[in-house]
T-cell receptor, first 116, second 112 residues
Framework: AQKVTQAQTEISVVEKEDVTLDCVYE???????LFWYKQPPSGELVFLIR??????QNEISGRYSWNFQKSTSSFNFTITASQVVDSAVYFC?????????????FGKGITLSVRP | NAGVTQTPKFRILKIGQSMTLQCTQD?????MYWYRQDPGMGLKLIYY???????DKGEVPNGYNVSRSTTEDFPLRLELAAPSQTSVYFC???????????FGQGTRLTVV
């Protein structure tokens, strides 16, 4: 069975600090996809990134970067020079590829507060 | 672009009442999902569908029912509402297995 663990529940930083959000996953599949979503205070869920299990390259998008390590089953998310607008709940999610159906399993989320 | 549309946005139900949460997507996605979000618990999958006429239970299906008669619509039915069903409900869709899901704006349901 697939599982996503986000051990950090709440993180508080001061603006301009770097912050890393951890995500550890479990799956028996060799083919799977990992995602990060952002939920700002307004409540909608915003897709940030998808990574497949065969692509271990790190990705950088502006102040955001993602570190995928299959050896440790982790897919961590770093925000560089955090801003108040980064305050949100961040979810890591996993979807297995094999089998007839695909289910997207979420972690419990990490609440990030960025103080001015 | 409408994307995934959920109605209503808010609803208060009395214990024992029933209601249907509507979800429509205009992206011709085969995969649709219903999640509930409780504080500090993340999103839990209630039901999902991989195409019209095909539905399956997720992690927390008890007290809910779904149907998928068309590609576009995936309504969630609550029968005999209970306080434990107080939550925020999200509908989502995706084009294929394991592609990013697009979410609706959510329905905040309170059962009193």
């Amino acid at each position: 069975a697939q599982k996503v663990t986000q051990a950090q529940t709440e993180i508080s930083v001061v603006e301009k600090e770097d912050v890393t959000l951890d995500c550890v996953y479990e799956t028996r599949d060799t083919t799977y996809y990992l995602f990060w979503y952002k939920q700002p205070p307004s409540g909608e869920l915003v897709f940030l990134i998808r990574r497949n299990s065969f692509d271990e390259q790190n990705e950088i998008s502006g102040r955001y970067s993602w570190n995928f390590q299959k050896s440790t089953s982790s897919f961590n998310f770093t925000i560089t020079a955090s801003q108040v607008v980064d305050s949100a709940v961040y979810f890591c999610a996993l979807s297995e590829r094999s089998g007839a159906n695909s289910k997207l399993t979420f972690g419990k989320g990490i609440t990030l507060s960025v103080r001015p | 672009n409408a994307g995934v549309t959920q109605t209503p946005k808010f609803r208060i139900l009395k214990i024992g009442q029933s209601m249907t949460l509507q979800c429509t997507q205009d992206m011709n996605h085969n995969y649709m999902y219903w999640y509930r979000q409780d504080p500090g618990m993340g999103l839990k999958l209630i039901y999902y569908s991989v195409g019209a006429g095909i539905t399956d239970k997720g992690e927390v299906p008890n007290g809910y029912n779904v149907s998928r008669s068309t590609t576009e619509d995936f309504p969630l039915r609550l029968e005999l509402a209970a306080p434990s069903q107080t939550s925020v409900y999200f509908c989502a869709s995706s084009s294929e297995r394991a592609t990013e899901a697009f979410f609706g704006q959510g329905t905040r349901l309170t059962v009193v």
